[in-house]
């Protein structure tokens, strides 16, 4: 349904209320509706589309505005003008009445009761119009009021329509009122899509919808008075959001009992932020303002105040408020505050309030936006750091500031805006180095938005044009084409770029030595040599892990650091220490909205919990990387991402979403040549087929791989087990001195990582039979859950093939249950088979065709039975309701935090319990708060006691 040129979103109910009243009129019933809502709700709409439906000619229409309030009859004057021809024909005292009221005729004083008669007259008279649509009734002068009512309260039996609207406070005189309630989130969204000039981005789309609160006048006037690039997510959106003028005056209209001194107090809580309460009321008196502005303006329900914090209720009036006061009034308030605060928040204050060039003032924001441990978000480091080049005199301060303003941008999701800033640097400076700089933090970004190929020829250029003037900033960008060079699948280009930057570094200006150490141990682990990574990386861990953890800006080499060095533990089967190494970091770009980093962390944390068996947590950080860096263009995390899932779908015989995967993956390596993927691919595709039990597919696929990764010179053993998968592949499928070969060439890197020695015995025991079981029983009790479960099967199954079926018995029961834990149907099916042997004295005939595709026939109606399990576990007639709070949005681990802490422990505790660290645990605990509306631990031990009986704990 459509009203001009917008949709009339989340109005269905009123609009068919609309609809059956023209309908009645066209049959000769009548009847009238009031719509009563806040200004803005959406009110007038409704008119306009009663209009359009009723059609031109049959209907009469007017306005109540303030201006006119006070004057007798003026709302009758401009609603009864079309038909005032009419009047003559109605009775005579009526037309009198009406007459002097409407200015045509004597003056006597009119006869309320002639004069809503005569109106009644006038519209039941022949050719007059059927329907009348009032808007803002109780802005009508009372003597028009009174005639409307009059009319309203009979229309149902003269065949007249009547549509009304009004504000909620004002008195209806017995009509219904129906209430317009705000869009809901998807319909505010469906809004805001049609009414942007240009696409909007998911930031700017969940910004809006919180912002405008589903008002329909905000969520269509709002996207008009910002720009495109605001818009379309290059730039971040303003804070608070600039409204329309038509916003405004309905903001005001909703607090028309507050004075310019009210509005004035509410300019001081807008500008505030995070302030809080001693502040405003120190800046308030600094102003000459009373503090019980306040008061007020809470008891109108418009603030609330909490101990020393204050909120707006409702986020469009501190967008109103903020925009009541001038520019240079604002700057006052921004001044005033910068006196009674400090750190970030005076910082901010002191940006906004200071005109042109101040060194000192300049030197200050730099200093509170590079803080370690600071509590500011990256956008508004980036800010800080790009209002103080602003106010920087000197060009190469300046041009330095801004070069990291740029990356810090870049750091929070906004490269536009960090081009805009580098194009300006290069045009103001003359320098090499600084454009240099520029051109090198561009790159950066685009190792993993653009071709890597592409990035390491620009970042290459750049170290040989500064390497002579200066050889660390060279020997940084060095470090940065290693980095490229390892995503395009060329681990000797990586190895030698990391050992031209050792040879560059002449101060301690640029990286600290353990990081070319560590950054060495990254790339010999990429070619194979775990042994020797794990002897390079031993000389520079401890040194390496204080620097991830020192908490400094992650800019240049330190972002860097963010992202290779977990992926360096994984590599070398570290899984203890990159575990919680994985959870800081994590948390640290959540609260800090580090988002061009996050989405590689959760790529490596969903890679780290493959490999630890907790599947379900590793596809929903997966999920999330893939969504965040698809929106971002980072096409090389969201390959990444897709490989995670697409690994587990292998491992669970899910062959249509892993090969739907697989072609995104392959669309993403091909696209940006991502060299460093294809062998991962291939073999998750090996791991399918082996799956599914084609061991000759398995082998076909799993051999290309290794072909692949010889020719690569990037076996890359420690992050994709692909080397125990195709052993077994080739052994099953008759290809034993195959397996035998690579084994041996394989077997002296297990001393390098712990995960890969037991996946090595594993592989040792399928192609030595005469100590198989000693072998698989080693391999069994180390490792991975699936890779162990997995040496347990074969152990079982050797041991039933020696005829031991009762020792067999127990490591066949532990691996299948891994498997059932995992969901991987074809291994848990496969251990059952096994266990299901009658003749234990002989190995398993190999299956044949048909056996096979009776064996998938099951596994599927298996996977069918356990889906319809769980969607009828799902329905809410056939299951316990578990306690309200648990449904109220919150994360898997967010549930589990809500218990422990519910039930009394405290945050150590409770970290202790989930294997997360105590700021892991502060942070989850912030969400809860935020999502279920409290405030204390008090008040969340109360809801999780209340509903202690209900359903099972989350964490069991």
């Known amino acids: 349904m459509l009203t001009g040129a917008m949709a009339l979103y989340g109005r269905s109910p009123e609009c068919r209320k609309i609809d059956e009243l023209l309908a009645g009129l066209r049959t000769g019933a009548g009847g009238s ?7 803005g709700i959406g009110k007038t709409a409704l008119l306009v589309y009663a209009a359009e439906r009723a059609g031109a000619g049959h209907v009469l229409m007017v306005h109540g505005t303030e201006a006119e309030h006070q004057l007798p009859f003026a709302g009758l004057h401009a609603l009864l003008a079309p038909v005032r021809h009419l009047l003559p024909g109605i009775p005579e005292h009526q037309c009198a009445a009406l007459s002097a009221g409407l200015g045509s005729g004597p003056q006597p004083v009119p006869d309320p009761y002639a004069v809503g008669a005569g109106t009644l007259s006038l519209l039941t008279a022949e050719r007059a119009p059927g329907l009348l649509l009032v808007d803002d009734l109780h802005l009508l002068d009372q003597e028009s009021r009174r005639a409307v009512l009059f009319v309203a309260r009979r229309a149902a039996g003269v065949g007249v329509g009547v549509i009304a609207t009004m504000d909620p406070c004002a008195d209806g ?8 309630e705000p869009l809901d989130d998807d319909e505010a969204e469906a809004v805001l899509r049609e009414a942007a000039p240009v696409p909007l981005s998911a930031t700017a789309l969940r910004r809006l919808v919180r912002t405008c609160g589903g008002v329909p006048l905000a969520l269509v006037e709002t996207p008009a008075v910002l720009d495109a690039a605001e818009l379309g997510g290059g730039v971040p959106l303003p804070d608070p959001l600039p409204v329309g003028p038509r916003v405004l005056n309905a903001v005001r209209r909703r607090a028309a009992g507050l004075t310019e001194a ?3 107090a509410l300019l001081v809580v807008a500008a505030a932020g995070d302030a809080g309460l001693l502040a405003i009321r120190a800046v308030l008196a600094e102003l000459g303002l009373s503090a019980e502005a306040l008061e007020s303006a809470e008891a109108a329900g418009l603030l609330r105040c909490h101990g020393n914090e204050v909120t707006f209720a409702d986020p469009l009036v501190c967008c109103a408020a903020y925009q009541q006061g001038d520019v240079p009034h604002r700057r006052r308030v921004h001044g005033a505050f910068a006196a009674v605060t400090t750190g970030a928040q005076r910082a901010r204050h002191l940006g906004i309030a200071t005109l042109g060039l101040d060194e000192p003032v300049a030197d200050e924001l730099e200093r509170a936006a590079v803080q370690p441990y600071a509590a500011l978000t990256m956008s508004a480091v980036a800010r800080l750091l790009e209002c103080a080049a602003e106010l920087t005199g000197d060009a190469a301060a300046r041009a330095r500031r801004s070069t990291v303003a740029a990356e810090c941008w870049q750091l929070a999701g906004y490269p536009e805006r960090a081009t805009r800033i580098g194009e300006e640097i290069a045009h103001r400076s003359d320098d090499v180095c600084v454009r240099a700089e520029v051109q090198a933090l561009l790159a950066r970004a685009d190792r993993v938005r653009a071709r890597p190929e592409q990035a390491r020829r620009t970042l290459r250029r750049e170290a040989v044009r500064v390497r002579s003037l200066d050889p660390d900033r060279a020997a940084a960008m060095l470090l940065a084409v290693a980095d490229a060079e390892v ?6 280009g990586a190895l030698a770029a990391v050992t031209q930057a050792g040879r560059l570094r002449r101060s301690g200006a640029g990286p600290p030595p353990e990081v070319f150490t560590g950054r060495r141990a990254a790339a010999i682990a990429v070619t194979g040599q775990l042994v020797a990574a794990r002897e390079v990386w031993s000389a520079c861990r401890v040194p390496l892990e204080r620097l991830v953890g020192d908490g400094a800006l992650p ?19 570290e899984l203890a220490a990159v575990t919680p190494l994985l959870e800081e970091l994590v948390f640290e770009a959540r609260r800090r909205e580090i988002d061009s980093l996050l989405a590689g962390l959760l790529a490596i944390q969903a890679e780290l919990h493959v490999r630890t068996g907790a599947w379900e947590d590793s596809l929903a950080e997966a999920a999330e990387a893939a969504r965040r860096a698809g929106r971002l263009g980072q096409g090389a995390y969201e390959a990444a991402a897709r490989l995670c899932q697409a690994r587990i779908a292998a491992a669970r015989g899910d062959s249509d979403r892993c090969r739907a995967l697989l072609a995104q993956v392959r669309q993403l390596t091909s696209g940006l040549r991502l060299g460093s993927l294809v062998v991962p691919a291939e073999a998750t595709e090996g791991l399918l087929e082996l799956s599914l039990g084609d061991d000759a597919a398995a082998y076909a696929r799993l051999e290309g791989a290794a072909r692949h990764a010889e020719a690569q010179g990037a076996p890359d053993f420690g992050r994709v087990p692909w080397v125990g998968d195709l052993t077994e592949a080739a052994v099953r499928s008759g290809h034993r001195d195959e397996a035998r070969r690579l084994v041996a060439e394989v077997a002296a890197q297990g001393a390098g990582s712990l995960p890969l020695r037991a996946v090595l015995g594993r592989c040792a025991g399928l192609v030595t039979p005469d100590r198989a079981t000693e ?10 859950p699936f890779e162990a479960a997995r040496a347990q099967l074969l152990l079982g199954e050797s041991l039933a093939t020696l005829g031991y079926r009762a020792e067999a018995e127990a490591p066949l029961r532990r691996a299948r249950d891994t498997f059932d834990r995992l969901a991987a149907l074809p291994w848990s099916g496969r251990a059952q088979r096994a266990l299901d042997q009658e003749d234990p004295g002989h190995p398993p005939a190999p299956e044949q065709p048909e056996q096979r595709e009776q064996r998938e026939q099951r596994e599927q109606r298996e996977q069918r039975e356990q889906r319809e399990q769980r969607e009828q576990a799902e329905q809410p007639e056939q299951r316990e309701q578990p306690p309200s709070w648990r449904v109220t949005g919150l994360t898997a681990q967010e549930l589990r935090v809500a218990e422990l802490v519910g039930r009394g422990i405290t945050n150590r505790e409770a970290a202790r319990t989930l294997y997360l660290s105590p700021k892991t645990v502060e942070f989850h605990l912030r969400g809860i708060y935020r999502k279920l509306g409290l405030r204390s631990r008090a008040e969340l031990a109360h809801l999780v006691g209340r509903d202690g009986n209900q359903g099972e704990s989350p964490a069991r």
């Open 173 to 180: 005189h017995h009509l219904e009122p129906h209430q317009l």
């Open 33 to 39: 509706l009031l719509f009563t809502g806040d200004p």
């Open 487 to 492: 995503l395009a699948g060329e681990p000797r």
């Open 555 to 573: 800019v240049g080499w330190r972002g860097d650091l963010w992202l290779w060095y977990p992926v360096l533990l994984l590599r070398l089967g």
């Open 775 to 784: 072998l698989f029983r080693a391999a069994a009790g180390t490792g991975e």
């Open 262 to 264: 009210h509005w004035s």
